[in-house]
């Protein structure tokens, strides 16, 4: 055994275990000394052992990155001293180069089994020593490296899903094995992270989860009261922008929602990215360990429908769980499963419900309104599903439908009722609609197919729908107007009422909302207010359609003030094709005689 390679050590050699900790168990002092001097060059700290008991000693105060174990020691040999370390979790990851005489192969594949990295013989090189040991740290780097990248977010350092789940599975199995112990998981979504990624880039994007993750780090490590010897709590990112804290220690819901509102408040402060400043609320959702549970993953859930909850009381807030909400989320699923599914196969149906002339008492159009008779759940109101349809963009297919059908009724009563005779169809768009690019196109073939011309077809758009996506809207509707579409500005006065709305965007209708037609019954105050925007209605060259008439009353202040349209109960309620043509034969004596 010399050492005339030495010399030729390399740097990234070096480089790579400089730190590194070597335990080297030889009961043979010389042999010891001779392997010191030859990993010298390493600069890695090196330990020293003269039996199995006392390097498993010294591997026990701190952990080295390699042992070199030689096969013959005093208190046994090589394949029980591997034994001993595989028995102690904390040592068995340790990486062992087995140094051996004369052994033969059998001895030798006992040590690989009972767990060995690798062997070297003697007599052996400076050269060949040093590079075993530095391929074998490089190894156990690079695994711990991999573990690692399994379990943390690179972005943030932050524990990720997997970290997190098993944390919580340990803290639940806590849980059932202490009485006393008690934690909380708070789910977190930031509010408006994606307008603030998709507006600055996302390399913003990136700089603010990382202010997110050690503003929370920092505030539960710091400065909890509740949580002051916490070191057990964990904060991790599940992705995007949604993070999950587990609580650790925590009586109660309550108290983890007084933590909560302390995040928020640290969360709300301004934040100072490249030459950015934004600023955005979270929202939390909040379950306690209390209510019993066994798995990671129900717990997640439900802290997830709580900061749902919590979006839905308009953010910046928190929310505890309750069951109720998981009621409601599971009622919403169904309802969206069987949506599905009443698309696919056509369930849908249409009621078409009269605007009439307050002037004449012609028909001037009938609108189309979608109905849903569910299975199981019996009619439910479009208020109810349209939404669903919305968040889910079933309302893309859906709205297909209505359309196509809709042209297709309007078509069959043209050629066979003459006397029933809408001169337009009117339908709703929804906001969804709006933001579709190929709306103009899908919608210009519906009519191609049933053959109806656009003049013939009013779209109706209400003024939040706009105000969501007002650019690509404004350029939708300027589209729709030079095809020849009517453009109807639904529910006025139940929104903004923006006056410049109704000069931006080219509507040549103007429907009031039922909101302001049942005030008018109220008193001069309302009647006035009607009164103006009819007025004003005129003179931007706007017809007025008055929803919602319900009584005569309505009906013939309407009509004092010059109001030249109508739709309501009062009037006609939707119904179906079969039932219009009988309702239209006795309606103009009835009603209007009243009147
Ligand atoms: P909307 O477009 O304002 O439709 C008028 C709603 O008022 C209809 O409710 C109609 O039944 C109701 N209504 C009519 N006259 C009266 C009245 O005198 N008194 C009262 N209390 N209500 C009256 P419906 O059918 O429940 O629809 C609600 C909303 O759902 C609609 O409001 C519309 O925004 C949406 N919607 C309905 N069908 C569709 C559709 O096919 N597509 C889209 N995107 N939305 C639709
Ligand atoms: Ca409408
Ligand atoms: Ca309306």
Not at 276 to 290: D, E, F, K, P
């Amino acid at each position: 055994m010399n050492d005339r390679h030495s010399d030729r050590q390399t740097r990234p050699e070096r480089e790579l275990i400089a730190d590194a900790r070597i335990l080297v168990i030889d009961d043979d002092a010389d042999i010891q000394a001779l392997i010191v001097a030859m990993l010298r060059p390493l600069q890695a700290t090196i330990v020293g052992a003269a039996t199995g008991a006392e390097g498993l000693a010294a591997a026990r105060g701190t952990v080295p990155d390699v042992i070199l174990l030689d096969y013959e020691l005093p208190d046994g040999n090589g394949v029980d001293i591997l034994h001993l370390l595989q028995s102690e979790p904390a040592l068995a990851g340790i990486p062992v180069i087995v140094v051996t005489g004369s052994e033969s192969r059998q001895v030798l594949t006992a040590c690989f089994a009972a767990g060995a990295a690798d062997y070297i013989r003697k007599p052996f090189f400076g050269a060949e020593l040093r590079a075993r040991v530095c391929s074998v740290i490089e190894r156990q780097r690079m695994l711990v490296q991999l573990g690692r990248a399994a379990h943390i977010d690179t972005l943030t350092g932050l524990p990720n899903r997997a970290l997190l789940h098993a944390r919580l599975q340990a803290a639940i199995e806590r849980t059932s094995l202490e009485s006393s112990y008690a934690f909380a998981v708070m789910f977190i979504d930031f509010d408006r992270f994606k307008i603030i990624n998709d507006s600055l880039g996302h390399d913003v994007g990136d700089l603010l989860l990382s202010e997110i993750a050690s503003r929370l780090w920092l505030n539960l490590r710091v400065n909890d009261c509740i949580t002051r010897d916490t070191i057990g709590s964990t904060v991790a990112r599940l992705g995007g922008d949604e993070f999950v804290i587990v609580l650790d220690d925590v009586a109660s819901a309550e108290l983890a929602g007084s933590v909560a509102d302390r995040l928020l408040a640290v969360l709300e402060q301004p934040y100072f990215l490249n030459s950015h400043t934004v600023r955005s609320s979270a929202s939390i959702g909040i379950v306690h360990s209390s209510a019993g549970y066994t798995q990671a993953d129900d717990m997640l859930r439900d802290a997830d429908v709580a900061m749902y909850e919590a979006k839905r009381r308009g953010k910046a807030c928190h929310a505890l769980f309750t069951t109720s909400m998981r009621d409601a989320v599971q009622h919403r699923l169904d309802i969206e499963t069987s949506l599905r599914d009443a698309i696919a196969h056509q369930d849908l149906y249409l009621v078409y419900q009269p605007i009439i002339s307050l002037e004449d008492r012609s028909l001037e159009s009938v609108e189309a309104l979608v109905r849903w008779r569910h299975p199981v759940h019996g009619m439910i109101p479009p208020s109810e599903f349209i939404p669903i349809a919305e968040e889910t963009r079933l309302i893309l297919p859906l709205s297909d439908q209505v359309l196509r059908e809709a042209c297709r009724q309007f078509m069959v009563w043209q050629r066979e009722s003459p006397q029933f005779a809408p001169l337009y169809i009117s339908v709703n768009l929804s906001r969804v609609q709006l933001a579709d690019p190929d709306l103009v196109a899908r919608t210009m073939g519906i009519l191609r197919e049933t053959g109806i011309a656009p003049h013939q077809v009013q779209l109706e758009v209400t003024e939040n729908q706009l105000m969501q996506h007002r650019v690509m809207a404004g350029e939708l509707l300027a589209a729709f107007k030079t095809e020849g579409f009517r453009l109807a500005m639904d529910d006025f006065g139940s929104g903004y009422s923006s006056l410049s709305c109704l000069q931006e965007y080219p509507f040549d209708v103007l429907k009031v909302d039922r909101a302001l037609t049942e005030n008018v019954s109220r008193g001069r105050g309302y009647t006035a207010l009607l009164h103006a925007v009819i007025t004003l209605a005129e003179n931007l060259g706007l017809q007025v359609v008055a929803e919602g008439i319900e009584t005569i009353e309505q009906l013939v202040l309407l009509q004092s003030m010059g109001c030249p349209s109508g739709q309501g109960y009062y009037l006609a309620r939707p119904m179906e094709p079969s039932q219009l043509e009988g309702w239209w034969s006795t309606f103009s004596r009835e009603q209007f005689e009243a009147a």
